[in-house]
């Protein structure tokens, strides 16, 4: 039962011109609708290989170009770009305000403590007599509003 193959016929519902012989060949043929998707997905896979293939070799020219541009791209000192330029600059004035500002604050504080210094020791030596204090005090007092001002 199984053994025995179907044969397909193909009966037209309209009067067709083919030739027996083409009629033959198609019913003898293998090829069926599964075997047609297969070779599709075959082809689409070869394609798509290929197509990553090229994408991978164009990727490693590029990767290879960046890394030789890179290699050559200019070392410390050697600044193209005017605008890179400019901001390091801008940056070095700001630095450079900056640590002024900060030596000048350190100064302050410094000279601060000193005549802190100089009121703490003149109040401990006169620690019965506080009036005799009062130069001292007057400059801690004038430093301390120039520092906070």
């Known amino acids: 039962m199984g053994a025995s193959q179907s044969?397909?016929?193909?009966?037209?519902?309209?009067?067709?011109?083919?030739?027996?012989?083409?009629i033959e060949s198609l019913e003898d043929t293998p090829e069926t609708d599964f075997s047609r998707v297969q070779?599709?997905?075959?082809?689409?896979?070869?394609?798509v290989a290929a197509e990553l293939e090229s994408l991978s070799g164009q990727a490693k020219e590029l990767v290879l170009s960046a890394w030789n541009d890179a290699d050559s791209a200019p070392v410390?000192?050697?600044?193209?770009s005017p605008a890179v330029l400019k901001d390091i600059t801008t940056?070095?004035?700001?630095?450079?305000?900056?640590?002024?500002a900060a030596e000048?604050?350190?100064e302050t504080g410094k000279t601060f403590n000193e005549?802190?210094?100089?009121l703490i020791k003149c109040l401990q030596t006169n620690d019965r007599r506080p009036l005799v204090c009062l130069a001292e005090f007057n400059e801690f007092?004038?430093?301390?509003?120039?520092?906070?001002a």
Do not use: C, M, N, W
């Open 104 to 106: 000048a604050k350190a």
């Open 39 to 47: 070779d599709k997905a075959l082809k689409l896979e070869q394609s």
């Open 91 to 100: 940056l070095k004035d700001a630095i450079s305000s900056h640590k002024a």
């Open 115 to 118: 005549h802190r210094e100089k």
């Open 141 to 148: 007092k004038d430093k301390l509003e120039s520092t906070l």
């Open 7 to 22: 044969k397909r016929t193909f009966v037209p519902d309209v009067p067709v011109a083919f030739s027996q012989d083409l």
């Open 76 to 80: 410390k000192g050697e600044i193209v």
